[in-house]
């Protein structure tokens, strides 16, 4: 089957109207009349387990699993191919609350198969079947991250906790806004480990499966020991007490797929500006130049920064030229496909950026195209 050619896609983006459109993606057809497939890695948050107010149970995440995620996820499976990948903060947090003791590597691990395990019964109920991996992701022990621990984890603590806290188990403890809260390295990933055994379950995917379940929580970081140490064997990997950052390390998914598509899933939608204010506008096209212009996330604030870097780094370094990236909402993700909701990043976009016209006229499907100047 040959390769999508995204034709629908630069219409859209050229000078017929979005409208007259709308079908980009998932209507495209190869030359025997035949829908094609696009071979997509979706990325949702911890977060997606639980909803706001509510208490971290297993209970409650397999609820949230089975309304939300597997009914999406089933019906991307009918047209594409698919690998899944997650978010962990909620959960490996309060497993390092449990087991303090634990290094991170242990505790990443520990929730892989936890959140998979979730993700594998919700999907087992629509009908289709997953296979959760524990997944080790390469780093470079020389990662600068490692001398300057960034990534916050865990919950909030008040300044004399946090000092022993520090004391008691050697955490390195760093303000977060009026509190405190512990912080670990998060080191660029270069290699997934198992990323050949992803590709074979890829390949035998039909619309029941099975779903791979990868790289959650960013992968168990681990690196290759050169030469024999203490116990430790030449060549063996060893697990470093970091969390890398789950959306960077989805994007080394796709890249190492050679995927079509990486769909980053949020409860916030696609990417704005100026969020939360009057003037606020809803990207619904950019190019990787346009994002990059605004420093690659620098503008974008609380967590969708690391998001759109991800999505740029898969987009620029696609040998795909057709490749996209796309943050929305986990509960539109077909409507992304349709360009209809949230925000799709290409490696070109005429006039670099489009933007949803929310105005009663517009009636959110009208767009604006403007020149470079975010």
């Known amino acids: 089957?040959?390769?999508?050619?995204?034709?629908?896609?630069?219409?859209?983006?050229?000078?017929?109207?979005?409208?007259?459109?709308?079908?980009?993606?998932?209507?495209?057809?190869g030359p025997s009349g035949e829908k094609q497939r696009l071979k997509v890695v979706v990325a949702v948050g911890g977060n997606a387990l639980i909803r706001r107010g509510e208490r971290l149970t297993i209970e409650n995440q397999l609820k949230a699993a089975r309304n939300d995620a597997a009914p999406m996820l089933k019906k991307l499976m009918a047209d594409h191919s698919v690998v899944l990948t997650h978010g962990n903060?909620?959960?490996?947090?309060?497993?390092?609350?449990?087991?303090?003791?634990?290094?991170?590597?242990?505790?990443?691990?520990?929730?892989?198969?936890?959140?998979g395990y979730i993700f594998s019964q919700a999907m087992a109920g629509v009908g289709v079947s997953s296979a959760c991996l524990v997944t080790q992701v390469v780093v470079d022990p020389t990662d600068a991250a490692f001398q300057n621990p960034t990534k916050f984890v865990?919950?909030?603590?008040?300044a004399k906790e946090a000092d022993a806290l520090h004391q008691s188990l050697g955490w390195t403890m760093k303000p977060d806004g009026e509190y405190f809260r512990r912080v670990v390295s998060s080191p660029v990933p270069l290699e997934i480990m198992q990323i050949e055994a992803i590709k074979l379950l890829l390949a035998a995917q039909t619309p029941q499966g099975p779903l791979p379940i990868a790289c959650g929580g960013g992968g168990v970081p681990v690196v290759r020991m050169g030469t024999?140490?203490?116990?430790?064997?030449?060549?063996?990997?060893?697990?470093?007490?970091?969390?890398?950052?789950?959306?960077?390390?989805?994007?080394?998914?796709?890249?190492?797929?050679?995927a079509d598509a990486f769909l980053i899933l949020t409860d916030g939608g696609g990417i704005w500006r100026n969020f939360g204010k009057p003037d606020a506008k809803e990207m619904k096209e950019a190019s990787i130049s346009y994002l990059e212009g605004?420093?690659?996330?620098?503008?974008?604030?609380?967590?969708?920064?690391?998001?759109?870097?991800?999505?740029?780094?898969?987009?620029?370094?696609?040998?795909?030229p057709d490749a996209f990236a796309a943050i929305g909402d986990l509960n539109d993700a077909h409507a992304i496909f349709d360009n209809q909701a949230g925000t799709i990043i290409k490696k070109t976009v005429p006039g670099d950026v489009v933007w949803y016209d929310r105005s009663e006229e517009g009636k959110g499907t009208?767009?604006?195209?403007?020149p470079r100047n975010p």
């Open 154 to 158: 865990g919950p909030v603590y008040g």
């Open 228 to 258: 024999a140490y203490a116990n430790i064997p030449s060549h063996a990997l060893e697990g470093m007490e970091a969390v890398i950052d789950k959306d960077r390390c989805g994007a080394l998914l796709a890249q190492q797929l050679d």
């Open 294 to 320: 605004t420093k690659a996330g620098s503008k974008f604030p609380g967590s969708m920064g690391p998001k759109v870097a991800a999505a740029i780094e898969f987009v620029k370094n696609s040998p795909n």
């Open 366 to 370: 009208k767009v604006d195209r403007v």
């Open 1 to 29: 089957m040959a390769r999508l050619g995204f034709l629908g896609l630069r219409r859209a983006l050229g000078v017929r109207s979005c409208a007259s459109e709308a079908r980009i993606i998932a209507e495209q057809v």
């Open 89 to 115: 903060g909620p959960q490996v947090g309060e497993l390092a609350l449990e087991r303090s003791a634990a290094t991170f590597d242990v505790l990443g691990a520990e929730s892989q198969g936890q959140i």
